[in-house]
């Protein structure tokens, strides 16, 4: 629950309570408990009315997606009062969750991400948040389904018209987390023109070549183990190896528990990012897994990665 200020005034046997704040939403137990992750906004309601700050759902045409396409938005308190323009993040989210997942979901961070503006520990910006399915944000082999082509011209194309973003790379980010952290790293490489900062929670880097003899998501996404030309051309190891110098002004931050199943894969690309002459931010959690606990700290701490970026 939000600690407001208050005054009570006891005038002719009626109270009065006045309150220095118009937020007196409580929170559950469960946001409670995950708010411990990061205790220094542990139990906080923004100061600004939820209607200004709360994530909004779009379905938009997608020619990418031969249909329409779901996305979450947030914009920070005051855009609808001002005529500021705002940087923007574009951020992918893991296997099995959805584009309500970051920003409206458990991890909140609509509510953070207000509470850390509110603080003065981010600048303002604008977050949007993709449906990508279970594709790992990649243009199938078969063109059956395009969603990189999703992210990079659908939704890019539709925030940029409909919202007052700063362009240009300097204003752009791609994150994501699990999955969709291999998606952030494999986007950001086949684009540097258009991101400028990568950051990857837990990517989910997969072999940097298709298992021999097995049908998996990966065959299915990136077409048949006997020609891996399309699977190098969206696999991060390979999209360095061959265009290290075309990458080296991309800024990457990963970030990784080590209790989680994917550190040691992870641990590994950073080194590889690294010895490629590239340069990389790395933060270890310290016996953090792969959970919504050490995706809100990791979002949150990302948060303040990405704005430092964008001040620069």
């Not at 970051?102 to 003065?120: N, S």
């Not at 606990?293 to 704005?307: E, T």
């Amino acid at each position: 629950m939000k600690l407001i200020r208050s005054l009570t005034i006891i005038l002719g046997g009626v109270t009065l309570l006045f309150c220095a704040s118009c937020s007196c939403e409580t929170l559950t137990a469960d946001q409670l408990r995950i708010d411990a992750a990061t205790p220094e906004y542990k139990g906080m309601m923004p100061a600004a009315p939820a209607e200004e700050w709360k994530m909004k759902e779009f379905e938009i045409e997608s020619k990418s997606l031969r249909g329409k396409g779901k996305i979450s938005v947030y914009v920070p308190p005051g855009y609808n009062r001002s005529k500021k323009k705002y940087p923007v993040v574009y951020y992918l989210h893991g296997m099995g969750d959805h584009n309500r997942t970051w920003l409206g979901g458990e991890q909140e961070m609509d509510r953070m991400a207000t509470l850390m503006a509110e603080k003065g520990d981010i600048i303002p910006m604008i977050l949007v948040a993709p449906d990508g399915g279970r594709g790992f944000w990649s243009n199938y082999y078969d063109y059956s389904v395009l969603y990189e082509d999703w992210v990079v011209k659908d939704v890019r194309s539709y925030i940029e018209k409909k919202y007052r973003v700063l362009k240009g790379k300097k204003n752009t980010v791609i994150a994501g987390v699990s999955m969709g952290g291999f998606g952030a790293l494999k986007i950001a490489l086949r684009h540097p023109d258009i991101f400028g900062f990568v950051c990857a929670i837990s990517p989910a880097i997969p072999p940097s070549e298709l298992p021999s003899g097995q049908v998996t998501v990966f065959t299915q996404i990136y077409g048949p183990q006997a020609d891996p030309s399309y699977y190098r051309q969206n696999h991060p190891f390979w999209l360095i190896k061959g265009n290290n110098n075309k990458v080296k002004n991309i800024k990457f931050a990963v970030k990784c528990g080590t209790a989680d199943g994917l550190y040691p894969s992870v641990t590994d690309f950073v080194y590889f990012i690294r010895a490629s002459g590239i340069q990389c931010d790395w933060r270890t959690y310290e016996g953090m897994k792969h959970d919504v606990y050490y995706f809100r700290r990791a979002s949150v701490d990302s948060l303040k990665d990405i704005s430092k970026f964008f001040k620069k």
